[in-house]
């Protein structure tokens, strides 16, 4: 019987550090939420960033609007018989 309780005991403890510190334990299962958590922020911002990128993809698409702001605000083009000037503080 003294043999049993100490079997028992022994598979106790065996089951109790795989519980909080082996593979699989709690402190995994946390951290693992957390990172899913993180990923899923992640990918929310991603995801309106796609969506941003595909509204000005269809606006560069479908209106010449859209393609000469692009030309004028990111490559600096300006029209014909236009003068530039640049404002300095």
């Given at each position: 019987?003294?043999?049993?309780?100490?079997?028992?005991?022994?598979?106790?403890?065996?089951?109790?550090?795989?519980?909080?510190?082996?593979?699989?334990?709690?402190?995994?299962?946390?951290?693992?939420?957390?990172?899913?958590?993180?990923?899923?922020?992640?990918?929310?911002?991603?995801?309106?960033?796609?969506?941003?990128?595909?509204?000005?993809?269809?606006?560069?698409?479908?209106?010449?609007?859209?393609?000469?702001?692009?030309?004028?605000?990111?490559?600096?083009?300006?029209?014909?018989d236009e003068e530039f000037f640049l404002m300095?503080?």
């Open positions: 019987m003294r043999i049993v309780m100490i079997m028992l005991a022994f598979f106790l403890a065996l089951l109790q550090y795989r519980l909080w510190v082996g593979e699989g334990s709690i402190a995994q299962l946390m951290a693992v939420r957390e990172q899913v958590a993180l990923q899923k922020l992640e990918n929310q911002r991603l995801a309106e960033r796609n969506r941003l990128l595909s509204v000005e993809v269809v606006a560069l698409q479908t209106g010449l609007e859209a393609v000469e702001e692009y030309a004028r605000t990111e490559l600096g083009m300006i029209k014909r300095t503080d």
